[in-house]
């Protein structure tokens, strides 16, 4: 044992690496406050009541905890002129966004799976033609967008925010599975196809078994994007159809009757919680995807 260790003293070489990582945790702990401060008034708030509220003291703990700023907001709120809280808008953003996630992820597997093991003519153009589909900015195709709804009859409805969503989800989910495929080995494929397997039962049987990674990330990318749409859901739906972005822009810059902060941070929170609780629950098979090389390339 070092001299230095037997005596107790530590070594200038231990300090400094001491000295390193306390630092690091500093910067770690600030970042995290960043993060955490809105989230924890956010959550603070929404079970203050309104007195409470007003009296200032805005990162002070609820004095008298209430949850009736939560029953209002999800079944009472005045939104535009109906007062029926958000949950039919929460209802709006669940019909739409979760086929059109199922939709565009299987889709973009599907492309994938074909550009990196089954190369035609062309493939390289197609890619390259996908991937620049990213890159066109959502302001660009509203006009588009629009006639093509009107013309499909689905201008104001779900099933068109779902038409939407699923084209506009095509590039990244395409990208990333044909990104990650490229990894799957040769071999297997062209073993499955010299025993006669073909298209589709080689991707049911054996490249989608092995890709839960880049299905996790495709998942989650695709659920945080159309859930958080307001662009999209703002210009091509109608109240009836309309999702929770639209609702909460709605309810939070109402101008009729005083502003209720405790009901507009309940509000938020409900809108942010199936994002929130997708990360809590897949949050660690989303690190393990994005460091497997889901999204290299």
């Not at 390193?20 to 945790?25: A, F, I, Q």
């Not at 019909?95 to 199922?102: D, E, F, K, Q, S």
């Not at 990196?116 to 620049?132: D, E, I, Y």
């Not at 996790?216 to 999209?232: E, K």
């Amino acid at each position: 044992m070092p001299r230095a260790a037997r005596s107790g003293w530590l070594t200038p070489r231990r300090r400094k690496a001491i000295l390193s990582r306390g630092v690091l945790y500093l910067l770690l702990a600030i970042i995290a406050l960043f993060f955490a401060g809105p989230l924890y008034i956010l959550l603070s708030t929404s079970f203050k009541t309104m007195p409470e509220i007003q009296s200032g003291g805005l990162m002070a703990l609820p004095h008298e905890p209430t949850v009736q700023p939560w029953v209002t907001a999800w079944g009472e709120a005045c939104i535009g002129i109906t007062c029926g809280g958000l949950k039919g808008y929460f209802g709006n953003s669940m019909v739409m966004t979760i086929p059109a996630v199922l939709i565009s992820v299987m889709i973009g597997a599907i492309n994938g799976y074909a550009l990196a093991k089954w190369p035609f003519p062309g493939a390289r153009f197609v890619f390259a033609a996908l991937v620049a589909g990213n890159f066109v900015p959502f302001q660009v195709v509203l006009a588009p967008v629009a006639v093509t709804l009107r013309t499909l009859g689905l201008f104001g409805s779900v099933e068109g925010l779902i038409l939407i969503h699923v084209i506009y989800g095509i590039p990244i989910t395409t990208m990333l599975f044909r990104n990650f495929f490229l990894s799957v080995p040769n071999d297997l494929i062209k073993a499955a196809r010299i025993d006669g397997a073909g298209f589709f039962w080689i991707f049911f049987r054996i490249v989608l078994p092995l890709s839960p990674s880049v299905i996790v990330v495709a998942l989650i990318l695709q659920f945080t994007g159309i859930w958080n749409d307001f662009l999209f859901a703002v210009s091509f739906s109608n109240p009836s159809s309309a999702p929770m972005t639209v609702a909460l822009n709605n309810l939070v810059n109402s101008n009729f009757g005083v502003k209720e902060y405790n009901v507009h941070m309940a509000a938020t929170v409900i809108a942010a919680a199936p994002t929130l609780i997708l990360y809590i629950l897949l949050g660690r098979y989303f690190l393990r995807g994005m460091t497997a090389g889901a999204v290299k390339g």
